[in-house]
């Protein structure tokens, strides 16, 4: 459960990812090797937000899942 709420802010960091890419294409050079820093930081970032999610799912940590499940039993 949490792997696919992590997915979410993996694409969010991904979309600003390219529009930093896509900014830094047409500015000078300085800054042109300050956003491709920025991106490939960002791009790194987003790889990890799913890797987390899926660590947490796998060992059974997803707060999500008790929360659910908590729910689910107490209902009439």
């Known amino acids: 459960m949490c792997f696919f709420f992590s997915l979410m802010p993996a694409t969010i960091c991904v979309t600003i990812g390219y529009f930093v890419l896509f900014a830094a294409s047409k500015a000078d050079d300085g800054i042109k090797t300050f956003g491709w820093v920025l991106a490939i930081w960002l791009f790194v970032i ?16 997803c707060p999500m899942a008790d929360i659910i499940r908590t729910l689910h039993s107490a209902r009439p």
Do not use: H
């Open 46 to 61: 987003a790889a990890f937000i799913p890797i987390a999610g899926a660590y947490v799912t796998l060992a059974g940590l």
